[in-house]
Nanobody, 114 residues
Framework: VQLVDSGGGLVQPGGSLRLSCAAA????????MGWYRQAPGKQRELVAT???????NYANSVKGRFTISRDNAKNTVYLQMNSLKPEDTAVYYC?????????WGQGTQVTVSS
């Protein structure tokens, strides 16, 4: 499956962004999907995941601010990010997982700064 991330940009603290990840090349609905991020000098970390059944999971640092969702008809997963903080600055990567198989998007930069 090919994943294309989009929607990143520069936003002020307290602002919002919505990331999108469009999938092609396979049956999107069979994959558990997720968003990860990697800040400079840090390891990639989980942000949020959503299962094929729609069960969601979030990192403690984003709970209550971020929402992950999927639209199987559009082969797309979204990450709505509200109340953004400078520490949310990172490259955000879409992930599709099926068992031990993982696919990654190319990443989209999110910068939170005044």
């Amino acid at each position: 499956v090919q994943l294309v991330d989009s929607g990143g940009g520069l936003v002020q603290p307290g602002g919002s962004l919505r990331l999108s990840c469009a999938a092609a090349g396979s049956i999107f609905s069979i994959y558990n999907m997720g968003w990860y991020r990697q800040a400079p000098g840090k390891q990639r970390e989980l942000v949020a995941t959503i299962t094929i059944g729609g069960i969601t999971n979030y990192a403690n640092s984003v709970k209550g601010r971020f929402t992950i969702s999927r639209d199987n008809a559009k082969n797309t997963v979204y990450l709505q990010m509200n109340s953004l903080k400078p520490e949310d600055t990172a490259v955000y990567y879409c992930n599709a997982a099926l068992g031990m198989i993982n696919y990654w998007g190319q990443g989209t930069q999110v910068t939170v700064s005044s």
